[in-house]
């Protein structure tokens, strides 16, 4: 079974250029997550799609940044404009929906954003 | 205050030494809790869940103090492979938001020496 992937691997672009990463979850996971760290910080949480609603977008830092989940399969992040301080690993990760809370959540191998 | 809390390390230790990890969660409605190893450059990757009775399986050995709101875990035998970052994280149910957002440690840092 293909585990949670992740588009592009690595991203650099410069202050105030757009970049859009990618992720695709494991296929029937309704739970898709957009996590990020930072360099020198822990890994935090963004925002949390069910199928295609954003059910939980509180670790979102600031407008710049938007998620879509159209039709519930990939999701998009998109960064605009992109900052300095945006730099850092953008992971996504995925999980199954269960009747007694939720599955184990599988991570993406991660895109390294360099902003420059 | 960190709402989860880990010692960096590097701890650097021997091929079959006991090694033992602890962290402290700030969130006392902090439902669930995991330890998660990251090799260099790649994803967390879960290693075991934790829960109040202590669980084991195989060399790793995990332990939950609800009341003091501490986790530990602890490796036994420890093999060259075993050189990662270990992620303590806690999983709160986001209040009203039906979210299970995962909040983690900055992660201790292991090496097994040869």
């Known amino acids: 079974e293909a585990g949670v992937t992740q588009f592009p691997s690595h991203s650099v672009i410069e202050k105030g250029q757009t970049v859009t990463l990618r992720c695709d979850p494991i296929s029937g996971h309704d739970n898709l997550y957009w996590y990020r760290r930072v360099m020198g910080k822990e890994i935090k949480f963004l925002l949390h799609f069910v199928k295609e609603s954003k059910q939980d977008e509180s670790g979102m830092p600031n407008n710049r940044f938007l998620a879509e989940r159209t039709g519930g399969t990939y999701s998009t992040l998109k960064v605009q404009p992109a900052e300095l301080e945006d730099s850092g690993v953008y992971f996504c990760a995925s999980s199954q929906a269960r009747a007694s809370g939720e599955g184990e959540q599988f991570f993406g191998p991660g895109t390294r954003l360099t902003v420059l | 205050r960190k709402e989860v809390e880990q010692d960096p390390g590097p701890f650097n230790v021997p091929e079959g030494a006991t090694v033992a990890f602890n962290c402290t969660y700030s969130n006392s409605a902090s439902q669930s809790f995991f330890w998660y190893r990251q090799d260099c450059r790649k994803e967390p990757k879960l290693l075991m869940s934790?829960?109040?009775s202590g669980n084991e399986d195989g060399r790793f050995t995990a332990q939950l103090n609800r009341a003091s709101q501490y986790i530990s875990l602890l490796i036994r035998d420890s093999k060259l492979s075993d050189s990662a970052t270990y992620l303590c994280v806690v999983n709160d149910l986001s209040s009203g938001a039906g979210s299970y957002q995962l909040t983690f440690g900055k992660g201790t840092k292991l090496s097994v020496i040869p």
């Open positions: 934790v829960y109040s």
